[in-house]
């Protein structure tokens, strides 16, 4: 008895050690990262010597502005029809049956398969060639579109399987009419899933670059001008930015994670 809960308190000793090792691994660099943007020298001195003045460089850059406005609408306005798209799809798929139901879902999730550059690359050729808009936000917009669509039908894909359709056809035999079905029956129970699938579609085409870049021309963003910039050496000032993006992503994880502790927010449904 004695040597079975050695054997256990060993294995659980050595799965702490690993994870403390991964999150190690992942999150190291983005620590780094943050120090560095705090520090006048980044050679590592000692004592470090602090300073906000690479904040203060990168508040002052008209460029940056520009950047995180236009990654700002570009996240926006990809994540809302990638969102409503997929959605539709999910529901689609999911409540009216068809044997072309496979065949249709990796339609939706082909993108996943292609690189991001070869989407860029072919999105540019179509936008320029047949529409006549190349080297605008619509472009970039249509192109990550086209990409987040596949991550947000998974999203929702992955919760909506669990979703009891008999309650929509329970609301429509006293009554209801189907979209009233919609708005409340169906979306109270399954905005979580659509939330989720809207922030991971903003957070994919804001810090997007190998799609936005083909299709924006001398239009700025924020990986675009990190990636210029990375041709005249690593600045500090691209420590900062790095530092304020992550930070903003972290918040947004961080209070979803709140949320979903209290109980304000429930992903996926819950049926017995």
Known sequence: MASINHQASALKTGQVVLLVLLYIFLYFPLLFITYDSFVHNIIWPFPPEWTLEWYQKLLGMSDFHAGLKNSFYIGLFTAIPATLFSTAAVIGLLKYRTRWRGGMILLYISPLF?????????????????????????????????????????????????YDWRMDEAAMVFGATPAQVFWEVTLPTIWPAILGAFLVSFILAFNNLEI????????????????????????PELFALATVINMLVFSAIAGLFFLIQTGMVRFGYRGE
């Open 212 to 235: 936005s870049y083909y299709n924006l021309g001398a239009i700025p963003t924020l990986p675009t001008i990190a990636w210029g910039s990375l041709r005249h050496g690593i600045k």
């Open 114 to 162: 292609v690189p991001g550059l070869l989407i860029g690359i072919s999105t540019l050729m179509f936008n320029a060639n047949v529409m006549g808009m190349s080297g605008k936000l619509i472009s970039a917009i249509i192109a990550n579109t086209t990409e987040d669509i596949a991550f947000s039908f998974l999203v929702i894909l992955a919760q909506l399987v669990r």
